[in-house]
Nanobody
Framework: QVQLVESGGRSVQPGDSLRLSCVGSGPTFTQYAMGWFRQAPGKEREFVASISARGDVTLYEESVEGRFTISRDKAENTVYLQMTNLKREDTSVYYC??????????WGLGTQVTVSS
């Protein structure tokens, strides 16, 4: 089964950029559509962005559209979330998610992003 490990989260200031990475292991990683979700303290986990298994279709939550970009590197089994113009409300734990049509779903353990001045 695919396993996911996120990295790249840290403390930044408003307006900064940051790139999160999610490395997947397992021979079937390329069969999974990938997504990023986030969860702020006291709030439910919410969708941020997703990319299809083939990498040709992306979706974004409205508040990050135009600021965040999701991409995947199949050769490296890695999915990225490039975040620009970060805002305080982007502060959350960011989770990587993998899902395929059979219903298999995998979550990473998350990486903390803190935006503050």
């Amino acid at each position: 089964q695919v396993q996911l490990v996120e990295s790249g989260g840290r403390s930044v200031q408003p307006g900064d950029s940051l790139r999160l990475s999610c490395v997947g292991s397992g021979p079937t990683f390329t069969q999974y559509a990938m997504g990023w979700f986030r969860q702020a303290p006291g709030k439910e986990r919410e969708f941020v962005a997703s990319i299809s298994a083939r990498g040709d279709v992306t979706l974004y939550e409205e508040s990050v559209e135009g600021r965040f970009t999701i991409s995947r590197d199949k050769a490296e089994n890695t999915v990225y979330l490039q975040m620009t113009n970060l805002k305080r409300e982007d502060t959350s734990v960011y989770y990587c998610n993998a899902v395929r049509t059979s219903g298999d779903e995998v979550w990473g353990l998350g990486t903390q992003v803190t935006v503050s001045s």
